[in-house]
């Protein structure tokens, strides 16, 4: 499996959406992700194609964080399900990463439900640490949301 991460286009979109429908239980709707879009001096989402899946490569999943000053923040991370378990997430996390310290951000910042291990285990192994909980953060269910950071992008 070959994958190409690359900032998403317009043209993506429909197959973000379908990830993020899959993914998640109170889904960002389109016109969230078009600010997204139109929010470039912050916002950045980058895309993971599988080049040697098909032509054109489907879009496996997505990234979407803003660096403001010297802080990154990690909005969305999804992954087809398709395609988890493969290392299509770390990958999108490591560029996303990257891409921020080429910006200026010094430390990132992220929430994840308090039940979500794998998700957690993932930040870990980036350097992520939990730094406090959110209290109810999530519905659909109510649940706490781990604030994990890291320092020295």
Same mark, same amino acid.
């Given at each position: 499996m070959t994958l190409l991460i690359e900032p998403i286009r317009r043209e993506d979109l429909p197959e973000v959406m379908a990830i993020e429908v899959a993914a998640f239980a109170r889904p960002?709707?389109?016109?969230?992700?078009?600010?997204?879009?139109?929010?470039?001096?912050?916002?950045?989402?980058?895309?993971?194609?599988?080049?040697?899946?098909?032509?054109?490569?489907?879009?496996?999943?997505?990234?979407?964080?803003?660096?403001?000053?010297?802080?990154?923040?990690?909005?969305?991370? +999804?992954?087809?399900? @398709?395609? =988890?378990? %493969? &290392?299509?997430?770390? !990958?999108? /996390? *490591? +560029?996303?990463?990257? @891409?921020? =310290?080429? %910006? &200026?951000?010094?430390? !990132?910042? /992220? *929430?994840?439900r308090a039940s979500n291990r794998a998700a957690q285990s993932l930040y870990r192994r980036f350097g992520f640490q939990a730094a406090g909980v959110r209290k109810r953060y999530y519905d659909h269910p109510i649940e706490d949301a781990v604030i994990m950071r890291r320092e020295g992008l």
């Open positions: 960002w709707t389109q016109e969230m992700f078009e600010n997204e879009l139109a929010r470039g001096d912050i916002s950045e989402i980058l895309i993971a194609r599988l080049s040697d899946a098909a032509d054109p490569p489907p879009v496996a999943g997505y990234i979407c964080a803003w660096v403001v000053g010297e802080e990154m923040h990690i909005n969305n991370i +999804a992954v087809d399900p @398709r395609w =988890r378990r %493969r &290392g299509i997430a770390g !990958a999108l /996390l *490591e +560029a996303a990463l990257g @891409r921020g =310290r080429i %910006r &200026g951000a010094r430390r !990132a910042f /992220l *929430e994840v």
